[in-house]
């Protein structure tokens, strides 16, 4: 708001001539302010229309839209652009195209191009204008084959009234109303002076939004285009896309049917399967009970075996025991007594044994050499 408030130069104040603590007031003397009485050539070349200010917030959406302009009256009949390339959108908020204060004897005073501001007399506008925000079709983006289809069925009479919106331009129109002082009526706010003319706001802004386009006539546009050929050569690319289709369709139902062919194979083989494997359940059956007899019969033949195996281990350690401990065995000697006292020794109980000599009447004492 700083830099509009700089466009209005404020040269000075005057200051009602009141009497303070007793001293007079002084009188300050204001610099005239010059106005602006015509707009830029860029800007009064633009094309505004009316029946376009509904798409002031959406200035993308008009771009590529047919209209139809009869007279005063504008009417939006359909929009050819491609989906896979919308209009290319740009915005800016400090392109400043014109900044000047204008009186009723301004040459586009009430023009819909200044938002239809009306400046009435003894009255001062400060109006800015600003370019914020640009929506356009580049050259290959317009779907001309759909264009040409589409007029194909309109009649010469319309054509002339038709136009194709290929850019749109979004403005905003900052005005301010100033009221000329007369008299001693008070000052208050932004003050200067024209024609030695004093006039003075305390208004804030107003803004508003207009919308300017860049046609081109269907006429123009179908003559920059053979539509016969256009519409001719997309009839023969459809024809080889349609016959390419058929191709396809007709090896897709080859293969269809080469694989029905396959799947039918593959369902047979397995009947066939199916039947010998329940040939061969049966068979395996018997095979399998005769497949339990044998592993019992290995089973009770590992078993006679694992005991065979202990009884000969035992066997085996009950000989070198008893290997060891004749070969380690102690010499004997047993002495025998009789009544009389006589000794007799004998060191082989083999042919005589203990309870022999005992009942002979002999003590007997075991005596380790």
Known sequence: ?????????????????????????????????????????SYKQRTFIKGLAGFVHKIDQLAGTMILID???????????????????TTSTSDVIYSAKIDSKFRFN????????????????????????????????????????????????????????RSAKLTTVYTRAYQKVTGNSEVSGVVFSV??????????????????????SLEKLLSLQNCNDLINNEEIARREKAERVRQEALRAEEERKAREQALSEARAQVEDLKKTLHDNIARTGEMQRQLQEAQDKEHAALEQLNAAIRQANELSTQAEQARQNAESREEVILTFKNKDGKVLEIKNLEELSEEKLRALGFDVEILKK
């Open 1 to 41: 708001m700083n830099l509009l408030f700089r466009l209005c130069i404020i040269i000075s104040l005057i200051l009602p001539s009141v009497a303070l603590n007793g001293q007079t007031s002084r009188k300050i003397r204001l610099t005239p302010v010059g106005l602006g009485f015509d707009l830029p050539d």
């Open 71 to 89: 007279g005063n009256k504008t009417t939006v009949l359909t929009r050819f652009v491609r989906q896979d390339k919308p209009p290319v959108v």
């Open 110 to 165: 009430g023009a819909y191009s200044i938002a239809s501001t009306k400046v009435e007399k003894d009255n001062i506008y400060e109006i800015i204008l600003t370019d914020v925000g640009y929506a356009f079709l580049p050259e290959d983006y317009i779907p001309y084959l759909e264009i040409c289809r589409a007029a194909t069925n309109v009649a010469p009479d319309t054509r002339q009234k038709t136009y194709y919106i």
């Open 195 to 216: 024609g030695g003319e004093v006039y003075s706001s305390s208004d804030q802004f107003k803004i508003d939004y207009i919308v300017s386009v860049d046609l081109v």
